[in-house]
């Protein structure tokens, strides 16, 4: 299995109140990714980065941030949090960009 | 706008006869495709992938089968058994793209 980590695993917040989750890897691979997945609408693509410093958004990326400092660090930022952010966000890491990606155990969010 | 469309939501199977689990795609443009199993409360795991320039991939009791025409593809698992209870998704991607598009996801159950 991918060595990829998930912090925290459960958190429950309150609607305006920021929020960061974190994924850590130990395999070294260049490409991490934040999904998020809701019933009905399968795994959406957050924001996602290819290398140290260098992200991107994905489809749903309005009202969340990342950054990436450390190639084995990827951290999402919902910066106020809302009750259409309650759901469960995976991490995910490749090797290449155009390649299989190993994901993390997910952190379900909940904002009350 | 899902460009990846898994139509069933769920599909109960008798162990030891074959599951076929199906997926849609709207993108011609897309190449690669992979396929995920999820446990609950797990992240998703890898499961097999195919590329445009073929028909069938095969590995062990899994074979995924790609119909570029219809834009269709489909995954069998021959004989099917009660540890591939699951959710699985299909998820697809262009060479030129940034991002793997997932579908909706379909609810299997291998009934001993």
């Known amino acids: 299995d991918a060595g990829i980590t998930q912090s925290p695993r459960h958190k429950v917040t309150e609607t305006g109140t920021p929020v960061t989750l974190r994924c850590h890897q130990t395999?070294?691979?260049?490409?991490m990714y934040w999904y998020r997945q809701d019933p009905g609408h399968g795994l959406r693509l957050i924001h996602y980065?290819?290398?140290?410093?260098?992200?991107d958004k994905g489809e749903v990326s309005d009202g969340y941030s990342v950054s990436r400092s450390k190639t084995e660090d990827f951290l999402l930022t919902l910066e106020s949090a809302t009750s259409s952010q309650t759901s469960v966000y995976f991490c995910?890491?490749?090797?290449?960009?155009?390649?299989?990606?190993?994901f993390g155990p997910g952190t379900r969010l909940t904002v009350t | 706008d899902q460009q990846v469309k898994q139509n069933s939501p769920s599909l109960s199977v008798q162990e030891g006869r074959i599951s076929i689990l199906n997926c849609d795609y709207t993108?011609?443009?897309?190449?690669?495709f992979l396929w995920y199993k999820k446990y609950p409360a797990e992240g998703p795991t890898f499961l097999i992938s195919?590329?445009?320039?073929?028909d069938k991939n095969e590995d062990g009791r899994f074979t995924v089968f790609l119909n570029k025409s219809a834009k269709h593809l489909s995954l069998h698992i021959v004989p099917s058994q009660p540890g591939d209870s699951a959710v699985y998704f299909c998820?697809?991607?262009?060479?030129?793209?940034?991002?793997?598009?997932f579908g909706t996801g379909t609810s299997l159950t291998v009934i001993p």
């Open positions: 395999e070294n691979h260049r490409y």
């Open positions: 998820a697809a991607s262009e060479s030129t793209g940034n991002q793997f598009y």
């Open positions: 995910a890491i490749s090797e290449f960009r155009y390649y299989e990606q190993y």
């Open positions: 980065s290819y290398g140290v410093k260098d992200t």
């Open positions: 195919i590329s445009s320039i073929k």
């Open positions: 993108n011609s443009m897309f190449d690669y």
